[in-house]
């Protein structure tokens, strides 16, 4: 994720006595705790829990509130801020024998989402993940991964159906920091031109350095014929399994490298994986996302997770 704005101090906060931080300004409060003891005690049935008409109406608001308070921190696209795990706490931080590999996110209480192109090297038993931290080498918990599904469909040289799941041995406790997303409907259409948030510990630049405190930047979905006359193309942008989101200026908000596999929410549902890009925020050419509502992706998707 790109840092355009050094000196720009904002630090989000889960915070449970509000009153106290109302004098500091750009400090950005998220509040995500309520939803996750609802979360909680409706595990039993968490992908019902995910698609209440009540529950999706929270995870909008809350994710407006970010939104909102993202944009307005500098009245323009922000690119890369740093984000508390609060704001964004369906983050996940992949990790082959501890060393931080890819992003992904919680859709259960026993499932994690990332792409496929993370889970092609490493053995399950090799592979980590790190919940419910800010920070990609402490805090929060790690968990031990029991299983890893790469699509059977996807294909590595034209990237196609990148999307991967990986399964835990016992079921995570939710909180305000480890709460799972709704995923998009089967089917349902992306429009263009609507905000969404991407987030990760990826390279704040290409070819810098990663991030070590989450970050996160508002990203612009992309009608595809705009994506696919976007310069310098050689991977052929396949509309079906994949969808762009980013911005033609320059420099721009996108995802980078050590990003990939982590999530693109819009309106509160998980609509996107990080898939690929070429180089990182050149203006010329946008982020390219898994499309999840790809119904060969869904019912992918869903024929494991409902599973258990
Ligand atoms: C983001 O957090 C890192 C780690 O705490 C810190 O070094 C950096 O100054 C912060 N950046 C901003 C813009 O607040
Ligand atoms: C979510 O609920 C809607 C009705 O509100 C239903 O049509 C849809 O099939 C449900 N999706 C899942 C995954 O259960
Ligand atoms: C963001 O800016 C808009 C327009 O200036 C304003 O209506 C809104 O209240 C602001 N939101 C926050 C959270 O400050």
């Given amino acids: 994720?790109?840092?355009?704005?050094?000196?720009?101090?904002?630090?989000?906060?889960?915070?449970?006595?509000?009153?106290?931080?109302?004098?500091?300004?750009?400090?950005?409060?998220?509040?995500?705790?309520?939803?996750?003891?609802?979360?909680?005690?409706?595990?039993?049935?968490?992908?019902?829990?995910?698609?209440?008409?009540?529950?999706?109406?929270?995870?909008?608001?809350?994710?407006n509130s970010l939104l909102n308070k993202l944009t307005n921190?500098?009245?323009?696209?922000?690119?890369?801020?740093?984000?508390?795990?609060?704001?964004?706490?369906?983050?996940?931080?992949?990790?082959?024998?501890?060393?931080?590999?890819?992003?992904?996110?919680?859709?259960?209480?026993?499932?994690?989402?990332?792409?496929?192109?993370?889970?092609?090297?490493?053995?399950?038993?090799?592979l980590s993940v790190r919940l419910g931290s800010s920070w990609k080498t402490h805090g929060g918990e790690m968990y031990d991964v029991k299983e890893a599904y790469v699509h059977p469909q996807y294909a590595r040289n034209t990237k196609v159906n990148d999307v991967g799941l990986i399964k835990l041995y016992s079921p995570l406790r939710f909180s305000a920091k480890v709460l799972p997303i709704g995923m998009i409907e089967k089917k349902a259409r992306l429009l263009a031109d609507r905000n969404a948030i991407v987030s990760g510990w990826g390279r704040l630049r290409e070819g810098g350095p990663s991030a070590t405190f989450l970050q996160s930047s508002t990203v612009m979905t992309i009608a595809m014929k705009l994506c696919r006359?976007?310069?310098?193309?050689?991977?052929?942008?396949?509309?079906?399994?994949?969808?762009?989101?980013?911005?033609?200026?320059?420099?721009?908000?996108?995802?980078?490298?050590?990003?990939?596999?982590g999530p693109l929410v819009s309106d509160g549902v998980l609509i996107g994986v990080v898939s690929w890009g070429l180089g990182c925020a050149r203006g010329n050419f946008p982020g390219v996302y898994t499309r999840l509502s790809s119904p060969v992706i869904w019912d992918w998707i869903h024929g494991h997770i409902m599973k258990t």
């Fill in 1 to 63: 994720m790109l840092i355009l704005y050094q000196a720009l101090y904002i630090v989000i906060v889960l915070s449970l006595s509000n009153a106290r931080h109302k004098t500091v300004k750009h400090r950005i409060v998220i509040d995500y705790s309520e939803l996750a003891g609802e979360a909680e005690s409706n595990k039993e049935n968490i992908l019902k829990f995910l698609n209440e008409t009540r529950v999706q109406r929270k995870y909008k608001s809350l994710f």
């Fill in 73 to 126: 921190s500098t009245r323009r696209i922000v690119s890369g801020v740093n984000t508390s795990i609060a704001a964004v706490p369906w983050q996940v931080s992949l990790r082959e024998k501890t060393y931080p590999i890819c992003g992904g996110s919680v859709i259960t209480d026993l499932w994690l989402l990332t792409a496929a192109h993370c889970l092609l090297r490493p053995q399950a038993s090799d």
């Fill in 229 to 261: 006359n976007s310069g310098l193309d050689r991977n052929p942008i396949d509309p079906v399994s994949m969808f762009c989101a980013g911005s033609f200026i320059q420099p721009s908000p996108d995802a980078c490298h050590g990003d990939s596999g």
